[in-house]
């Protein structure tokens, strides 16, 4: 895990909390940290890295001794970068990104970061202007945590290292209860915890000591791309396919060792299949049961671009039950066991590959049809696209979650009147700053920032604490290029895989995951294959692969159920008072029976929570 911590704290132990934070959160051997402190001012900063990305000691200062700088992460588009700074009179003292980020904000003031590409975190302190500065890249791909009150400030990128502040209180935001139990996951930015929140992406900070203040602001957001209404389809696939590639290699041009998580999906392939020849071959890899299609498909795509595959069998359970602690640690609940495949192969290929190139959500980017769709992007009106996000969200994204009478029944009498209602108008009002938004993106993006950003990152969390990611999907150009496109040309995928099929006719030809179709828009090749799975399905001759690479459900009935049972009906667990006790009964029979599917999405979100009660509140 690579991330920065700090603190402000006139009356506080600074070095007592550095200490903390850093034995707090080196959960791995090979974790680095450093750390710098202001008596004069009580501030105190650190980096915790885990000696991939910014391998060079920090903190970087200026040559007057004024601004000293932490950063997490890493630049592209450098050489534009330098040649701006040299320009602006601001030679940097070496192309070392912590370097240029420093003279960036002696070019371009406390909005620098605007002028950097690249997923990264900052912090900075001026001692002539005795200001803390904050600040990180658009899309908040180095997620960090905060609270603040009274003039004081705790930062980390573990909410475990913000709780080492003295001042930072263990309350439970109940809102954040409610939305965990409906939807799997947090909005927003909130956490557990009523006074540490998520530093919000695309934003800066200052905290002016001297006044004790503190000011947040975003210096972007989705609304700031504009619609290219001209371009045509023919156009679009030529531009985008440029764009593509060119955002793979510019994450693979140094001496670092690349790796993809490959899957049977489109995302995976498409990386690596746009990838550079290099010796050695790039390493891929694949987790899943025997058999599943993404260990089926990936082994055909890893074949066919030739990279170093392995795969990490998942039979049984018992894996969950080795590294749910670890899990909890790094996702801090934030994302529930049920996602924690892919944990288990980290520590072999850490000492395989520097980075995995991820395809993360890249099928949301490219255009995915269940947030660009008529119902999303020419609502009937307002109400039409809140209340069917908020069903997906419900329902779809993940596994289907608690119901409106299972929400009645899963609390107490006591908190059954606290939770009434709190999900559903949480989730109405992170929604109305996306309403403000044009339509062709006002849903989408509230699904990229509340879902993917909230959610599904929790994955990018989890790898970084054996190597660093690099996000092609993620790229600025791609973004603004991408986000641009009227809806009818990004939908259902139609511009991906024309690009696929125009870039990479072999892996094209590979049928992906969801229904074992061909990605290929050739309409012969395409129709053809389609027909021919669809009469060998009727008539019982295609192989029936499974759809999941990791059978949770199967797993909490059999391998995890003593576990389960274990932490629902703990005394622990009724004395808080919080969920009806024969209610979890209810559900955990249901599940058990086998005859209902899909239950686990009511129970884990349980379990989870009770977990994250008794490691950070209890």
Not at 366 to 375: A, E, I
Not at 445 to 462: A, E, G, L, P
Request: hydrophobic content about 40%; aromatic content about 14%; some cysteine.
């Amino acid at each position: 895990m690579s991330g920065l911590f700090g603190i402000i704290d006139p009356a506080g132990d600074v070095s007592g909390f550095l200490s903390q934070v850093v034995e707090k959160l080196s959960l791995r051997s090979w974790y680095q940290a450093n750390t710098w402190s202001a008596p004069e001012a009580r501030l105190g900063l650190g980096r915790l890295g885990i000696g991939i990305f910014n391998a060079e000691p920090q903190p970087i200062t200026s040559p007057d001794g004024d601004i000293t700088l932490f950063m997490a992460g890493e630049l592209y588009e450098t050489d534009a970068l330098y040649k701006r700074l040299v320009a602006s009179g601001q030679t940097p003292r070496s192309r070392i990104a912590a370097e240029m980020a420093l003279s960036a904000y002696q070019s371009f003031g406390p909005s620098f970061a605007k002028f950097l590409q690249g997923p990264f975190f900052i912090a900075l302190y001026d001692r002539t202007r005795n200001t803390l500065l904050l600040t990180n890249d658009r899309y908040g791909l180095y997620p960090h945590f905060y609270a603040q009150q009274d003039g004081k400030l705790a930062f980390a990128p573990k909410v475990r290292g913000v709780l080492c502040a003295p001042f930072v209180q263990r309350n439970l935001n109940l809102v954040s209860v409610a939305e965990y139990m409906r939807f799997q996951q947090l909005l927003g930015e909130k956490t557990f915890h009523q006074d540490v929140k998520l530093f919000p992406y695309g934003s800066f900070a200052r905290f002016e000591l001297a006044q004790g203040q503190w000011t947040i602001e975003r210096y972007w957001d989705w609304d700031s791309i504009s619609e290219n209404t001209q371009i045509t389809f023919p156009e679009a696939v030529e531009e985008g396919s440029r764009i593509l590639r060119q955002a793979v290699e510019r994450l693979v041009g140094d001496d670092l060792r690349p790796g993809v998580f490959l899957s049977g999906g489109l995302d995976s392939r498409t990386i690596i299949g746009l990838m550079p020849p290099r010796t050695p071959a790039p390493i891929s890899a694949t987790f899943g049961a025997q058999g599943s299609r993404d260990v089926y498909y990936a082994e055909q795509i890893a074949r066919t671009v030739g990279s170093r595959h392995l795969w990490f069998d998942l039979p049984n359970g018992h894996w969950v039950l080795e590294n749910a602690d670890l899990h909890l640690k790094l996702t801090e609940g934030f994302h529930s066991w049920i996602h924690m495949h892919g944990i288990s192969m980290l520590p072999a290929l850490r000492e395989k590959m520097d980075y995995n190139l991820t395809g993360w959500d890249g099928g949301t980017v490219m255009g995915h049809s269940d947030h660009v769709n008529p119902t999303y992007t020419q609502p009937v009106d307002a109400i039409t696209p809140l209340l069917e996000s908020f069903r997906n969200f419900n329902q779809s994204y993940t596994w289907p979650g608690q119901l409106e009478g299972e929400e009645q029944l899963l609390y107490t009498p006591e908190y059954r009147q606290k939770f009434q209602g709190l999900a559903f108008e949480s989730f109405r009002k992170e929604y109305q700053r996306f309403m403000k938004f044009p339509p062709r993106i006002s849903a989408e993006t509230f699904y990229v920032t509340n879902h993917c950003w909230r959610s599904t990152q929790n994955m990018v969390t989890t790898a970084r604490s054996h190597m660093e990611v690099r996000f092609p999907f993620f790229d600025y150009d791609l973004i603004d290029f991408i986000y641009s496109l009227r809806p009818e040309i990004r939908g259902h995928q139609l511009l991906y895989r024309h690009i696929i099929t125009r870039d990479l006719p072999r892996l094209s030809r590979i049928p992906y995951d969801k229904q074992e179709f061909l990605p290929s828009v050739n309409p012969l090749l395409h129709k053809t294959q389609a027909l021919s799975v669809r009469l060998r399905r009727r008539l019982g001759l295609f192989p029936q692969r499974p759809t999941l690479y990791a059978d949770y459900e199967h797993y909490l009935r059999h391998d995890l159920r003593e576990w389960a049972e274990g932490i629902l009906f703990d005394p622990r667990t009724e004395a808080r008072g919080i969920f009806n006790k024969s209610f979890l009964r209810s559900l955990m029979d249901r599940h058990v029976s086998g005859r209902e599917l899909w239950t686990i999405g009511k129970l884990a979100p349980i379990i989870t929570f009770e977990m994250v009660m008794r490691e950070y509140f209890d």
